[in-house]
């Protein structure tokens, strides 16, 4: 909830003071919670409420790190290797998932859990030292003294401009609709197929092995023609992959189908994400960076609240029907503005135009 609800004041102050100093500061702070945290439990005491506590803080302080931190990527890049960057980026995350889980195991394994926060700790720590010789942009241009008044020409800008609102609206359906079948993998894998852990275990992986792929893919290429149509199709094709998931597990109950199906709703979910996040860093101006991608994290972070909905619909029309609405509601969204909007359809000449634009000029 904490990243949900603070995330747009992060990317206020993401662009009103030093993005450096920002992460710096939200780093260490975070380092200090986990030395806390592995404090707690080495010491025997610790409780649930410490770790809900710490957890919600930690949420807060990662709703001022998130914008500050993507804020500060374009500056570290050239303009034309941005969506190999984001790729790349994005492949590192889905790495860490699979990769910080295992080494934290062994951790506790070999040594004990308050180990394993510590190292966690001295993670955080490390990111913090980096930053500190990261060569960009030490400090933020002019702004208003009026901190809610940014908030507000944050929030006017996104608003006036449609294609704005089409990336973020796209991640908020992404969010909120199509990733939902993720808080569902439970029900499909004990009471729609019947495969329990350990087949539950395999869709999850099969789908985020798509996802890799692609980002690896798109992360070895410096640039990619027809950016517009990857980014509109790869969002169609996410949801009606995502509807077929939904539709095969109610109609045909085949558990091989399903796990092929979610190869490529993994995969056409990350071809259009990682579009969105390096159209994003294109175009928007640098004043105004953290303000959006502020707005872009809370569209993502919505995902926990995209299960809830997700859930209670499956309560009256079971999870595969559920599932089935979220992909095709994402559908809808991708080729309803794409249809009726012209600078949503040109969106691909509108990146080229961007690129072309600073393909000259060197990272800030």
């Known amino acids: 909830m904490p990243p949900i609800i603070l995330n747009l004041i992060g990317g206020v102050v993401a662009d009103r003071f030093d993005r450096r100093r920002l992460i710096i500061a939200t780093q260490s702070i975070t380092a200090g919670l986990m030395v806390l945290l592995a404090t707690l439990t080495a010491s025997g005491v610790v409780a649930v409420w410490h770790v809900l506590a710490i957890a919600a803080v930690t949420g807060a302080v990662n709703a001022f790190n998130t914008p500050a931190r993507m804020a500060l990527f374009p500056h570290l890049i050239e303009r034309p290797a941005l969506m190999s960057a984001v790729a790349l980026n994005s492949s590192i995350w889905q790495g860490t998932r699979i990769v910080a889980p295992a080494i934290a195991g062994v951790l506790v394994a070999v040594f004990d859990t308050a180990t394993a926060f510590y190292v966690a700790a001295a993670g955080n720590l490390i990111m913090a030292v980096v930053v500190v010789f990261l060569p960009a942009p030490a400090a933020q241009g002019p702004r208003s003294a009026n901190a809610m008044q940014d908030l507000t020409e944050g929030v006017r800008f996104i608003a006036r401009n449609s294609v704005f609102s089409f990336l973020i609206g796209m991640t908020f359906f992404n969010s909120f609709f199509g990733m939902a079948y993720v808080m569902l993998m439970p029900v499909f894998a004990v009471d729609v197929f019947g495969v329990g852990a350990g087949g539950q275990g395999l869709m999850m992986s099969v789908g985020g092995a798509g996802s890799l792929l692609v980002t690896l893919y798109l992360g070895t290429r410096k640039s990619v023609r027809g950016k517009g149509l990857i980014l509109i199709g790869g969002a169609v094709m996410s949801g009606l992959t995502l509807a077929a998931f939904g539709l095969t597990a109610d109609v045909v109950g085949s558990y091989s ?8 709703v993994g995969a056409f979910t990350s071809t259009y994400m990682i ?10 101006p640098d004043r105004m960076r953290g303000r959006v991608m502020g707005f872009y994290g809370m569209t993502w972070n919505i995902m926990p609240l995209g299960g809830m909905q997700a859930g209670a619909l499956a309560g009256y029309v079971g999870a595969p029907i559920a599932v089935m609405i979220g992909g095709l509601v994402v559908t809808a969204f991708a080729a309803g503005p794409a249809l009726l909007n012209r600078q949503v359809r040109s969106l691909g000449s509108f990146l080229n135009r961007a690129e072309r634009r600073e393909v000259a000029q060197p990272a800030s």
């Open 275 to 284: 579009s969105i996040m390096s159209s994003l860093q294109m175009l928007v």
């Open 257 to 264: 189908l399903a796990v092929a199906l979610l190869f490529f």
